[in-house]
């Protein structure tokens, strides 16, 4: 189970990276096309801030979880 929770917390983080880039260009698109209001972090939609969100409480639960079943 930790080594599970690992596995789920680096996924999680470079889910994060992933979407924190890919916002990157579609800001700098929108701002050379327009223009966009609010910083590049605000403008990321708010399900997916929930997503990732889910995704580090899962692991850092299956994390808590691997650490009390190798301490038995």
């Known amino acids: 189970m930790l080594k599970m929770g690992l596995m789920f917390l680096f ?3 470079s ?3 992933i979407t ?4 990157q260009f ?3 698109y929108s701002m050379a096309n327009g ?3 609010g910083t590049m972090i605000s403008n ?3 399900f997916i801030w929930m997503i990732i969100i ?3 409480l899962i ?5 808590n979880l691997g650490i009390k079943e190798k301490g038995k």
């Open 26 to 28: 579609y800001f700098r």
């Open 59 to 63: 692991s850092v639960f299956l994390i």
């Open 20 to 23: 924190v880039i890919a916002y």
């Open 15 to 17: 889910h994060s990276i």
């Open 54 to 56: 889910i995704e580090f």
């Open 11 to 13: 996924g999680t983080f």
């Open 44 to 46: 990321i939609h708010p």
């Open 35 to 37: 223009g966009i209001g």
